[in-house]
């Protein structure tokens, strides 16, 4: 059984900044992507940022330039630094992760989600 857990949300003022962070457990072969989807009241999910393997990362054009994806690969962390935060940042962000373990090959997880709000 794979978990990801997410930390790190909360309220922050506009132009503030946040980290989150989310943690991959269980058995895990590979982690093959990890990335952040965000979703906001009555909008679909959408995709944040991503960091694939050997380090190539995605971020969605809304947040080039404010937010920054890293991986600790040894803790199997994805990190998501966000700056100059925006109210319509406002969202659940969700961690996601590819991955290869004792479920299968390539399966897709999910996290629960952390609140970010950006609020004066």
């Known amino acids: 059984q794979v978990q990801l857990v997410e930390s790190g949300g909360g309220l922050v003022q506009p132009g503030g900044s946040l980290r989150l962070s989310c943690a991959a457990s269980?058995?895990?072969?590979?982690?093959?992507?990890m990335g952040w989807y965000r979703q906001a009241p009555g909008k679909p999910r959408e995709l944040v940022a991503r960091?694939?393997?050997?380090?190539?990362?995605n971020y969605a054009d809304s947040v080039k330039g404010r937010f920054t994806i890293s991986r600790d690969n040894a803790k199997n962390t994805v990190y998501l630094q966000m700056n100059s935060l925006k109210p319509e940042d406002t969202a659940v962000y969700y961690c996601?992760?590819?991955?290869?373990?004792?479920?299968?090959?390539?399966?897709?997880?999910w996290g629960k989600g952390t609140l970010v709000t950006v609020s004066s």
């Open positions: 996601n992760s590819i991955l290869s373990g004792a479920g299968g090959y390539g399966m897709d997880y």
């Open positions: 269980g058995s895990i072969f590979q982690i093959h992507v």
């Open positions: 960091i694939i393997v050997g380090g190539s990362t």
